[in-house]
């Protein structure tokens, strides 16, 4: 009998467009809430640490990217050994020049790592952006592969293909929580019919009411995804939004996205999974 393998996880929302250190704060506290339930990783979206600006430009960029050995990565790194738990956050990397799209791997014991986004928007090919390797980083933990996915590369084309080759089990993407300041709310506008009302027409773009989702959704397996959140620049406003979906399909646990701006707050929700 084949004994079933499992993954704790946790995925988290935090605000990032402020001041770097106010972002490693809130990582941390997500980080240390995460160990102290048990999970064994916990996923950020793609550029939590930086922020990610829909108005980056190649200036913005350069100014904030960091190689994988730079402080920041190094903070993180440091929390995971001190919580013993594998830290998945995304950042602007600047290796040799070039500037990725990455999500950091930080794992107790083991050598800090990225993986890179291959599919790039326009507005990161505008702002100057390098394209990571098409295949897929993995992570494992208790013999679980997990594939990184990070926003558009989940559109590319025989991707659930290249995972079943690369004997992945689990999906990990994280994302880009889309919107504009001009696209929110006040709590107060909630009051009024016109505000409730765009606030339910947008609803279901960041808050999944079914129990179990669509094969579309879950191609040949489960996910977790973990959404940015919050102002960002003059213009961005992420409005979050985290998922865990197990291999059944089942929706585990879920943070909802909004776009009311009182409401946006740092969360994180957790699931142990079975294989």
């Given at each position: 009998?084949?004994?079933?393998?499992?993954?704790?996880?946790?995925?988290?929302?935090?605000?990032?467009?402020?001041?770097?250190?106010?972002?490693?704060?809130?990582?941390?506290?997500?980080?240390?809430?995460?160990?102290?339930?048990?999970?064994?990783?916990?996923?950020?979206?793609?550029?939590?640490?930086?922020?990610?600006?829909?108005?980056?430009?190649?200036?913005?960029?350069?100014?904030?990217?960091?190689?994988?050995?730079?402080?920041q990565?190094?903070?993180?790194?440091?929390?995971?050994?001190?919580?013993?738990?594998s830290?998945?956050?995304?950042?602007?990397?600047?290796?040799?020049?070039?500037?990725?799209?990455?999500?950091?791997?930080?794992?107790?014991?083991?050598?800090?790592?990225?993986?890179?986004?291959?599919v790039?928007?326009?507005?990161?090919?505008?702002?100057?952006?390098?394209?990571?390797?098409?295949?897929?980083?993995?992570?494992?933990?208790?013999?679980?592969?997990?594939?990184?996915?990070?926003?558009?590369?989940?559109?590319?084309?025989?991707?659930?293909?290249?995972?079943?080759?690369?004997?992945?089990?689990?999906?990990?993407c994280?994302?880009?929580?889309?919107?504009?300041?001009?696209?929110?709310?006040?709590?107060?506008?909630?009051?009024?019919p016109?505000?409730?009302?765009?606030y339910?027409?947008?609803?279901?773009?960041?808050?999944?009411?079914?129990?179990?989702?669509?094969?579309?959704?879950?191609?040949?397996?489960?996910?977790?995804?973990?959404?940015?959140?919050?102002?960002?620049?003059?213009?961005?406003?992420?409005?979050?939004?985290?998922?865990?979906?197990?291999?059944?399909?089942?929706?585990?646990?879920?943070?909802?996205?909004?776009?009311?701006?009182?409401?946006?707050?740092?969360?994180?929700?957790?699931?142990?999974?079975?294989?």
């Open positions: 009998m084949n004994k079933t393998r499992t993954l704790h996880l946790a995925v988290a929302q935090i605000h990032s467009g402020g001041p770097i250190s106010q972002t490693m704060d809130r990582a941390q506290r997500q980080i240390s809430a995460a160990s102290a339930v048990g999970a064994e990783l916990i996923l950020f979206s793609e550029c939590a640490l930086h922020g990610y600006d829909y108005d980056m430009s190649p200036e913005s960029v350069r100014a904030i990217a960091e190689p994988v050995d730079g402080p990565c190094r903070k993180i790194h440091q929390l995971a050994e001190q919580h013993q738990i830290v998945l956050i995304g950042f602007f990397e600047n290796d040799a020049g070039s500037i990725f799209n990455s999500m950091l791997i930080a794992r107790p014991g083991e050598s800090l790592r990225t993986a890179r986004k291959h790039l928007t326009d507005p990161e090919l505008t702002a100057g952006l390098t394209p990571g390797l098409r295949e897929r980083e993995i992570v494992e933990i208790n013999g679980v592969r997990s594939a990184i996915i990070i926003c558009a590369d989940g559109g590319m084309e025989g991707l659930s293909d290249d995972l079943q080759r690369q004997g992945v089990d689990y999906r990990l994280p994302t880009g929580g889309g919107g504009k300041m001009a696209d929110m709310l006040r709590a107060h506008e909630l009051q009024s016109e505000g409730r009302s765009r339910e027409k947008n609803r279901p773009r960041v808050f999944n009411i079914a129990p179990i989702l669509s094969e579309n959704e879950c191609p040949f397996s489960g996910f977790a995804s973990a959404n940015a959140l919050g102002p960002v620049g003059h213009q961005t406003c992420h409005q979050g939004h985290c998922m865990i979906v197990d291999n059944q399909r089942v929706m585990r646990a879920q943070i909802p996205g909004t776009i009311v701006l009182e409401h946006m707050q740092d969360q994180m929700v957790h699931s142990r999974l079975d294989f």
